[in-house]
């Protein structure tokens, strides 16, 4: 394999038609997904959307620009469908704020998605999952990164080359993990906060995510492997919150940790003073004890960072 290899822009087709590849987009009313679309048709891409309600859809700016179809992760009948034709497949979806039984539906529907896209005949599947610590077994992970690892596994075992991403905090305006160190930083000059805020990070920037998952659709055909993405800065979150505090011009605030807040607290405290709902809050909050870092950065090596990126916190 020659790992050097960078990923390029669509040509004039993958199968001599002169067609654009054909990319599906799952989750696309969500924030990764929402931002992905115009990314995709900047570089060239014919971009299929699926959603269990294409109508919500239509406030995109993206809307008239992009094919629709109905479906539902956990209906293979509709995955199956809305797979047709497709040369890239995007999963960006979660059954997080499903309840306790997340896991259970997550891995459903990735082995679901997996199948058929094998079926199909797809050339490339492109997951965005969580960046796990790598010396903690998958039994002592919280939820939500043991199941965001379990998909990017089941994915990578379809058949189907697959390129996992694995990042540790998204930041850009409307994530949930940015408004969630947004609200608490302008809502809190003296906080009293759960542990985790001392726990390390490595964030990336939503820009240099989007550009890294473009460039996933045109790797070549024999990269199937897992990358770790991250800016340049590994910090933790009273860190995180004391640089926000400074770009948005407010006053040093005071952060002490204590022991005793649990993860249920934790997501109560989260739910009372920002926008994120305590059912997405709590599997957030139990995975911010882990510390994720970048073991690498090999994606460089296929999607080549410019001059200036990855971005700085």
């Keep these: 394999m020659d790992a050097k290899r960078p990923a390029h822009p669509p040509a004039d087709g993958t199968d001599g038609s002169g067609d654009a590849p054909l990319c599906l987009v799952t989750g ?16 060239g891409y014919r971009v299929r959307c699926m959603a269990r309600w294409p109508e919500r859809l ?22 199956a469908r809305a797979l047709d034709g497709v040369d890239v497949a995007y999963y960006l979806v979660h059954a997080m704020t499903g309840g306790k039984d997340f896991e259970d539906t997550d891995r459903e ?41 379990e998909v990017g596994r089941i994915l990578l075992d379809s058949g189907v080359p697959t390129a996992v991403l694995r990042a540790a905090v998204v930041i850009g305006s409307g994530s949930a993990s940015f408004e969630m160190l ?36 045109s790797l070549p055909a024999d990269v199937s492997r897992a990358f770790d993405i991250g800016g340049p800065d590994v910090m933790d979150y009273r860190e995180m919150m004391q640089r926000y505090a400074v770009a948005a011009e407010l006053p040093h605030r005071m952060i002490v940790s204590v022991p005793m807040l649990s993860p249920g607290l934790s997501s109560h405290w989260i739910g009372l003073v920002t926008p994120v709902p305590r059912n997405l809050a709590r599997p957030l909050a139990e995975s911010l004890r882990h510390r994720v870092v970048c073991a690498d950065h090999d994606i460089a090596r296929y999607v080549p960072d410019p001059p200036g990126t990855p971005l700085p916190f």
């Design 182 to 217: 947004r609200y608490l930083t302008e809502r809190l000059p003296v906080m009293v906060t759960p542990r985790w805020v001392r726990t390390r990070v490595q964030p990336v920037a939503i820009a240099d995510a989007l550009r890294y998952l473009v460039g996933c659709a």
């Design 28 to 43: 696309a009313s969500g924030y990764i997904g929402g931002r992905l679309v115009p990314e995709l048709l900047e570089q």
């Design 109 to 149: 529907a990735a082995r679901i998605f997996a199948a058929a896209s094998r079926a199909a005949g797809v050339r490339r599947l492109v997951y965005l999952g969580g960046l796990t610590p790598r010396d903690v077994p998958p039994a002592e992970l919280s939820p939500h990164l043991r199941s965001r690892d």
């Design 58 to 79: 239509r406030d995109f700016d993206w809307a008239d620009d992009v094919e629709t179809v109905r479906g539902d992760v956990l209906d293979a009948e509709s995955v």
